[in-house]
């Protein structure tokens, strides 16, 4: 699949099969992350993959309960490391680019986990000094921002697309309220039926020649046909022919 079909097509998916979900996916999934934009080239991210079920248990019982997280094959927490802010970045790096940071880096491992066919879920919701406590996590400077959860899919347990607000009502120009000029009627689809320039003369271009090619090869077979009857002997008349002749 292509990068748009595969953003449109992403769910958050909370339903999973029994399967796990072999370790070469999940460095796949992580990897992906690994190519996220982060302010300065910091990467603050690290990761704790989480696939025993008594930990899986205690993460469980402090998000909220919220039974995907037990159901899931593996668990992602993305964490913030703030050190990395500190001298380059002040307050601003350690509180807000660490978050934008392992959000993008969150984005890219859920687009992976979609694209590898697997099911995969943000969570965001839990206790997060219980967490740290869970996970063995002490440095103050360490945040858990993500618990990714990852599973194999169930094809009917995938939900449908829940509609998004439309562009022309939340785009502007230059400033708040002013809708831009340009924008037209949109229909999400367009994003997908979008082809670079080049690649739509290619294709065009190919039509032409294909209906030229098959108007010359209908033309060539009337003018064969035309040589053919024009070689043909013509018939003997008989009698018959002859007294329909005389009695019109």
């Keep these: 699949m292509d990068v748009f079909e595969c953003i449109q097509g992403r769910r958050s998916v909370r339903a999973y099969g029994k399967e796990s979900v072999p370790v070469e996916k999940i460095v796949q999934i992580i990897d992906a992350g690994l190519d996220a934009p ?4 910091t990467q603050p ?24 997280i037990k159901k899931a094959s593996t668990l992602i927490v993305v964490l913030a490391n703030k050190k990395r802010f500190s001298s380059k970045y002040g307050d601003r790096g350690r509180e807000l680019y660490c978050i ?19 099911g995969a879920c943000w969570v965001g919701a839990f206790d997060e000094l219980r967490l740290k406590g869970v996970l063995g996590i002490t440095d103050d400077d360490i945040k858990p921002v993500v618990i990714l959860t ?23 120009a230059e400033r708040y309220g002013e809708k831009p000029k340009w924008i037209l009627p949109y229909q999400r689809k367009h994003r997908l ?18 209906k030229i090619s098959q108007a010359s090869e209908k033309e060539a077979s009337k003018a064969s046909e035309t040589e053919k009857k024009g070689t043909e002997k ?11 002749k005389l009695t019109r």
């Excluded at 696939?51 to 995907?68: F, G, T």
């Excluded at 039926?193 to 294909?210: C, F, G, R, V």
Aim: glycine share 6%; proline share 5%.
């Design 150 to 172: 990852i599973g194999e899919t169930v094809p009917y347990e995938i939900p449908e697309n829940p509609g998004r607000i439309a562009m022309d009502k939340i785009t502007w």
């Design 100 to 118: 934008q940071d392992t959000a993008a880096c969150t984005e890219n491992m859920l687009l992976a986990a979609h694209a590898l066919g697997l």
């Design 38 to 41: 982060s302010a300065g080239n």
């Design 193 to 210: 039926s979008y082809e670079p320039l080049d690649q739509t003369l290619i294709k065009a271009k190919e039509k032409i020649d294909e």
């Design 45 to 68: 991210w690290e990761f704790i993959i989480v696939s025993d079920k008594k930990v899986k248990e205690e993460v469980y019982n402090v998000s909220l309960q919220q039974e995907h």
């Design 234 to 244: 013509p018939k003997k008349k008989g009698f018959l022919d002859f007294f329909r």
